[in-house]
């Protein structure tokens, strides 16, 4: 399939899990893409795994707006243009909301929600200019459907919702679409370390509303089922070609009815 032939797209967060899926899969659709990660190692491994001329990648930091502004500048004046923006940087990291520090806090949103807009902010110009573009943003089920101890990373993934939708209509006259896609229930870096990043004393049974109906052979490490990475590129895809064209200013869930 070859629907994104000649699409410049820039991925961020692509060094593992969900973004790497992504960008794996624009490519085998066609398209050109710059991949970035805060992570050298990871962003190599998605190069080496690619092993494609039409990819190029470097390390940025969404958390960080030089690094952000450099990056997308660099990014669309290696690809001479940009038609896709697919956001997907982001952290997760959990506590229990009483014993959340403002810095804690403050790193989730300067990741998920800051990150976002300051990439997206860079790469409008270059996305007006194209006069027919999109912008898929990474929000999560945690934005509409309770996640214990998550209330900062579900604050950040709800405000990229409403940064969507703002989006959408803002600059629908210039033919930018914007969209955000909710994973849950998807096997990711994040979830691959749950047991790492949740509180020591965490009640698992509080998560049993958070599992896909369907079935799946996938699990994360403390045996909660999961769904594939390569699911979501899938839809992520669809968002970026011309399948996508009457779809902006909405979500999009992707979690095997985990919500239905």
Same mark, same amino acid.
């Given at each position: 399939?070859?629907? $994104?032939?000649?699409?410049?797209?820039?991925?961020?967060?692509?060094?593992?899990?969900?973004?790497?899926?992504?960008?794996?899969?624009? $490519?085998?659709?066609?398209?050109?893409?710059?991949?970035?990660?805060?992570?050298?190692?990871?962003?190599?491994?998605?190069?080496?795994?690619?092993?494609?001329?039409?990819?190029?990648?470097?390390?940025?930091?969404?958390?960080?707006?030089?690094?952000?502004?450099?990056?997308?500048?660099?990014?669309?004046?290696?690809?001479?243009?940009?038609?896709?923006?697919?956001?997907?940087?982001?952290?997760?990291?959990?506590?229990?909301?009483?014993?959340?520090?403002?810095?804690?806090?403050?790193?989730?949103?300067?990741?998920?929600?800051?990150?976002?807009?300051?990439?997206?902010?860079?790469?409008?110009?270059?996305?007006?200019?194209?006069?027919?573009?999109?912008?898929?943003?990474?929000?999560?089920?945690?934005?509409?459907?309770?996640?214990?101890?998550?209330?900062?990373?579900?604050?950040?993934?709800?405000?990229?919702?409403?940064?969507?939708?703002?989006?959408? $209509?803002?600059?629908?006259?210039?033919?930018?679409?914007?969209?955000?896609?909710?994973?849950?229930?998807?096997?990711?870096?994040?979830?691959?370390?749950?047991?790492?990043?949740?509180?020591?004393?965490?009640?698992?049974?509080?998560?049993?509303?958070?599992?896909?109906?369907?079935?799946?052979? $996938?699990?994360?490490?403390?045996?909660?089922?999961?769904?594939?990475?390569?699911?979501?590129?899938?839809?992520?895809?669809?968002?970026?070609?011309?399948?996508?064209?009457?779809?902006?200013?909405?979500?999009?869930?992707?979690?095997?009815?985990?919500?239905?």
């Amino acid at each position: 399939m070859t629907r $994104l032939h000649g699409r410049r797209i820039l991925v961020t967060g692509a060094g593992s899990g969900i973004g790497r899926a992504t960008t794996l899969r624009l $490519l085998e659709e066609g398209a050109r893409v710059v991949a970035t990660d805060v992570s050298a190692e990871t962003i190599a491994g998605t190069a080496e795994l690619a092993g494609d001329p039409r990819l190029e990648t470097f390390v940025m930091d969404v958390g960080d707006e030089q690094s952000v502004v450099k990056g997308t500048a660099a990014a669309v004046e290696h690809l001479g243009g940009l038609d896709v923006l697919v956001n997907a940087a982001g952290i997760l990291q959990a506590s229990h909301t009483h014993e959340t520090s403002l810095e804690f806090w403050n790193r989730i949103v300067a990741v998920n929600l800051t990150g976002t807009f300051l990439v997206t902010r860079e790469a409008l110009p270059a996305l007006i200019a194209t006069g027919k573009s999109v912008v898929i943003n990474f929000s999560s089920t945690s934005a509409a459907f309770a996640h214990p101890y998550m209330a900062a990373y579900a604050a950040s993934k709800g405000g990229i919702q409403a940064f969507t939708h703002s989006l959408a $209509l803002e600059y629908s006259k210039q033919g930018v679409r914007a969209v955000s896609v909710a994973p849950g229930s998807v096997k990711s870096g994040i979830t691959d370390n749950a047991g790492t990043w949740m509180p020591q004393d965490v009640d698992w049974a509080l998560f049993g509303k958070l599992l896909p109906i369907l079935p799946t052979d $996938l699990a994360t490490p403390v045996g909660n089922p999961v769904g594939r990475p390569e699911s979501v590129a899938g839809v992520v895809a669809m968002l970026a070609s011309d399948d996508g064209e009457f779809i902006t200013g909405t979500e999009i869930r992707i979690d095997g009815g985990t919500h239905a």
